[in-house]
């Protein structure tokens, strides 16, 4: 029996079956929970149907009227064209500092995390009665309650983690919206070729939050798109790292010149 969609007399239900699944699925993983996962990806763009070309029957006037409407668009778009400002590259973006959150800081008065912690625990117990959740909202929370936690422990690693600039999604999502020619992906593909400087930032980010928490963090890159299919050229990404003490990035760099052509080894 249910009142308001909550299962009386013991019987456990679809939501507390869904918090145990993500729970469990969060403490058996290796890395942080990916935050990003799930969400809309980012720098890519779909094709609108409204710009598709569509085939016309028309007489010989009409054919004349459309072509001296088609050749004024195209003076258009090439003064358009020729008004263009020349793409950003990754290492623009970087060196012009469009993700840094200058002023930001992380809050870590313990009076101010436990009233989060408590916050985020009640609405773990309303997804437990729910039918609905579908894990996402019991992951996405947990995700939270565990940086929370790490959080206490940041004045004692605030010396490392300090070193490198914070960046929110919703201001990577604006650059990237800005910047068509861009895109956010894991840093898995371009792992070959970074060069050491990153290689030693991923490790010592790793090897910090792993000494922290327990477990790994996770790399993303922000590159141009061809970038992410297989090229001969080098490659310009800049690197970034989800946060072990909320949802929020660490910028750790960007290169161009200093990214490794393998077939010049």
């Not at 930001?104 to 989060?116: G, H, L, R, S, V």
């Amino acid at each position: 029996m249910k009142i308001f969609g909550i299962e009386l007399f013991g019987k456990s239900n679809q939501g507390e079956m869904l918090y145990g699944n993500a729970r469990n699925q969060i403490r058996e993983s290796k890395n942080l929970p990916d935050f990003h996962r799930g969400t809309r990806m980012f720098g890519f763009n779909s094709t609108d149907p409204m710009e598709m070309p569509i085939a016309y029957a028309v007489d010989a006037t009409t054919a004349i009227s459309m072509g001296k409407q088609a050749a004024k668009d195209l003076k258009k778009k090439m003064k358009a064209k020729t008004e263009e400002k020349i793409s950003l590259t990754p290492k623009g973006v970087y060196e012009a500092k469009l993700l840094h959150e200058m002023a930001f800081k992380i809050n870590t008065d313990p009076a101010y995390i436990d009233e989060q912690l408590n916050s985020f625990k009640e609405r773990l117990n309303i997804i437990k009665v729910s039918d609905f959740d579908m894990e996402n909202g019991s992951l996405e929370i947990q995700s939270m309650i565990i940086r929370l936690e790490n959080r206490k422990k940041y004045p004692e690693f605030k010396s490392f983690f300090d070193q490198y600039p914070y960046a929110k999604s919703e201001k990577i999502q604006k650059v990237l919206e800005v910047n068509t020619h861009l895109r956010m992906g894991m840093v898995d593909q371009f792992v070959p070729d970074l060069p050491k400087e990153a290689i030693d930032a991923i490790q010592a980010y790793k090897k910090t939050t792993e000494k922290m928490c327990k477990k790994f963090p996770l790399f993303y890159i922000i590159a141009d798109k061809k970038d992410f299919q297989k090229t001969v050229k080098r490659r310009d990404p800049i690197l970034l790292a989800q946060s072990p003490f909320g949802h929020f990035w660490q910028i750790l760099g960007a290169w161009d010149k200093e990214m490794l052509l393998l077939s010049d080894l």
